[in-house]
Each structure stands twice: as C-alpha cells, then as structure tokens.
C-alpha cells in the first residue's frame, strides 16, 4: 500500500515538473501576449494542481494537504483573474491584438 | 490612431483632406490614374530630399559642435582596447582578493565566533522569541533594522517629492484620467478582490503579530498588507479607497509608526549603554504576548512597509494618494 502511494505521488510530481517545463518554454517561445499567457496559465493550473496532489498523496490526510489545498483554490482564483487584467488591458492598448487569428512564433 | 498605408490615396482621404483644410480638394482632382500616381511619387521624392538635407545639416551641425573634442574621438578609438584592459585588471584583483579569503565553513573563521553561538544559545532566553531570526534583526541588531526602516521612508518621501503634484490643474487632469486606458469597474475583478482582500488582510495581520513566533514578521507582513490595499485600489478605484486610506491616514499612519519605533529602539539602546537591567516582561515564549518590545516592533515596521508600498503604487500611477 505503502509502495502504491509512493509512486502515484511519483507519477504526480514528474506530470507537474513536465508541464511546467512546458509552460516556461512556451512563455520564452512565443512573441505574443496571449499566446505565452496561455503558456503561463498551463503552469499556473495543472502544474499547480498537479504538484499539491502529489504532496498530499505523499502525507497523507492531514492539516498540512489541506493547507496545500487552501493554496491551490487561492492561486487558482487570483492567476485566472490577474490572466483576465492582462487581457483587458491588452485589449484595450494594443491596435493589432485584435486580429485574433494571428499566431506569432 | 493609426491608418493604413493605402488609404491615403483613396477618394475618401482626400475628402477629409479638403475638410480639414490641409488641401485644394478640386485643384487635386485626379485626372487619370496615372497623374495621380505621378503626383505622388513626386511628393514622396520631395519629402525625401528634404529629409536629406535635414539630415546632413544636422550631422553638420553635430560635427561642428564635436571638433573641438578632437580627443574624444582618439578615445572612442581605442575605447575597446582600454575596456578590455580594464576589464582583465578588475578580473585579476578580484581573482586575488578571492584567493586571500578564509575557506568555506573552516572552524578557524573570523565568521564562526562567540556571537553566533549566544544567538542560539541564549536568544530565546534573553529576547523572550522563539523565532531566533526576529530576536536577532529586532533586539540584538536592532540598529541595524532601525537604519532599513528610515531607508524605507526616506525612499517614500523621495518618490513624494519626485512625483507628487500638489494641486492645481494638472492634480485634477491626472485624477480624471486615472483609468483611462484601464477597463473600469472590472466585476470579475471586484466580485474576487471582495471576497480576497479581508484574506489576505488577515494573512498579513497574522504574518505581523506572530513575527516572534513563527517565520515572518514586520517587513514582509507590511508587504502582504500593501500588496492587498493595492489590489483593491485596482479592483475598486481611489474614490473607495480614499475612505479607509488617505494622504492624511497615510502621514499620521507613517510618522508616528517611525516615531514610536524609534521610541522603542531608544530605550533598548539607553538601556544597554548604561549597562542597566530590562524592566519590560518577556513573558513565556511561545505566547503571543510575550518577547517584551519585539512585539510592539513588528506591529510598526509592518504599518511602515505597508504604507510605503500602497505610497510607490500610488504616486507612481496618479501622483498622488
């Protein structure tokens, strides 16, 4: 049982360091805005979640997971709303961002 | 706003040409298509040329003003040769000056003393904090703290007097356009800094008061604090804010935090350089109440660091607070 839990948080952790791996490299690849906030909000999402539930398949049930927990609904709450600022004030101060279609590399 | 480039020959361009009076809309009337191209292109070539000669008059004018400095020039000359030079020099003293120094966590170090050793053994006893880091940068240095803290406010009041306008006209045409590239009264961003905002007021309150307890204390639970009074000056606007957060809250808030600081340091120093005993109760470690002074510290550097971080947003995006 012991050895279970172990390597489902394993598996957990390695998913979370790959799509943070992703999501940097996607923030340096691309050039336009809304593509590399795209890029950010995969680490900022599943790399996050992905990172706490391994964390707490490691302790256990304890005030520390919930903790962890707390952490992940606070982060998911502000990254989604400072990713919506970004794009109204892009939006609103960028001439060409309106040609939507457009994927800059 | 900008325009394409192709639409400054079309019909309705020149229409609003005419309009605006910047043209003789029927002298202009193109005849052929061919004519108009030609007129064009002519323009272009003048504008061209004249962009030339504006041009070479400016190099002419900058070289004039520059040829008395005949030996800048032999510097910008030789100015690789020189950093390159300079660069290598700098690379060895600092190579030598690494060499000369002690090796990596020897037990002969001038950096492992008797000071260190007090720190752990005694801090806890003789400062009343279990946190032995706070014990140390508030009671053992506590001048040290007392320097970053004017620091702090000597930088507000120099972004103040940089930035700050007063009153008059241009007070009122930066307040109106305050938001003006912003999209206003956000709801997401309202609903979620409702319900946000009294979080992390509470997490920066929490970070102050158990400084001595726990990781954390005055500078980075002012930062969480400051960090929430500017989401919801971002979310809410200055009107809102001014209710609860002032210039006047801001200068009563600010001196007197400093002042009783330093109030607080004055005794520890008067006491310690008269060699006389501390009167103020630790308490048990391990309480909220307890560490003597350390406490009150916190709880005024936190008000500082809190103030000078809402004043940088501040004066940084209206100029004022």
Not at chain 1, 28 to 45: E, K, L, S
Not at chain 2, 145 to 163: D, N, Q
């Amino acid at each position: 049982m012991e050895w279970v839990r172990f390597i489902a948080a394993v598996i957990c952790l390695a998913f979370a360091a790959i799509m943070e791996i992703i999501a940097i490299y996607g923030v340096y690849r691309f050039r336009f805005v809304m593509n590399r906030m795209h890029a950010a909000a995969i680490g900022d999402t599943l790399a996050l979640l992905l990172g706490a539930l391994g964390l707490v398949i490691l302790k256990g049930l304890s005030w520390f997971s919930l903790k962890m927990i707390l952490v992940v609904i606070l982060l998911w709450m502000t990254s989604s709303i400072s990713s919506h600022v970004i794009m109204r004030m892009e939006l609103c101060i960028d001439e060409e961002s309106i040609d939507l279609e457009r994927i800059d590399m | 706003m900008k325009k394409r480039s192709d639409y400054r020959s079309t019909f309705y361009s020149r229409i609003e040409n005419f309009v605006n009076g910047r043209e003789e809309f029927l002298l202009y009337k193109p005849k052929g298509d061919l004519e108009a191209k030609q007129l064009e292109s002519l323009e272009a070539e003048l504008t061209e040329a004249a962009d030339l000669l504006e041009k070479r008059e400016a190099r002419q004018r900058l070289q004039d003003m520059t040829e008395p400095l005949d030996f800048l020039k032999k510097f910008h000359r030789h100015y690789g040769k020189i950093a390159a030079i300079i660069c290598v020099m700098l690379l060895i003293l600092l190579l030598v000056a690494v060499s000369w120094l002690p090796p990596f966590g020897h037990p002969d170090n001038p950096a492992e003393n008797e000071v260190i050793k007090r720190y752990i053994e005694k801090g806890e006893e003789e400062t009343g904090a279990v946190n032995i880091v706070t014990g140390l940068i508030l009671n053992y240095r506590g001048f040290d703290t007392m320097g970053e803290t004017h620091v702090l406010f000597i930088a507000a009041s120099c972004v103040m007097i940089l930035l700050l306008i007063a009153e008059g006209e241009e007070k009122k045409s930066s307040y109106a356009f305050d938001r003006y590239l912003e999209p206003k009264n956000d709801i997401i961003v309202q609903k979620v800094a409702n319900f946000l905002v009294p979080v992390v007021f509470v997490f920066g309150i929490y970070v102050i008061l158990n400084g001595h307890l726990s990781p954390g204390g005055g500078f980075s639970g002012g930062a969480i604090i400051g960090a929430g009074l500017i989401l919801y000056v971002s979310a809410f606007g200055f009107k809102k804010t001014g209710r609860f957060f002032n210039e006047h809250v801001y200068k009563v808030a600010k001196v007197s935090a400093l002042c009783f600081y330093v109030s607080c340091l004055s005794y520890y120093f008067y006491m310690g350089a008269h060699g006389l005993d501390n009167h103020i109760p630790l308490g048990t470690p391990g309480n909220i109440i307890s560490s003597g002074l350390i406490l009150f510290i916190n709880i005024f550097v936190g008000t500082e660091v809190a103030c000078t971080m809402y004043a940088f947003y501040a004066l940084f995006r209206k100029g004022g607070l």
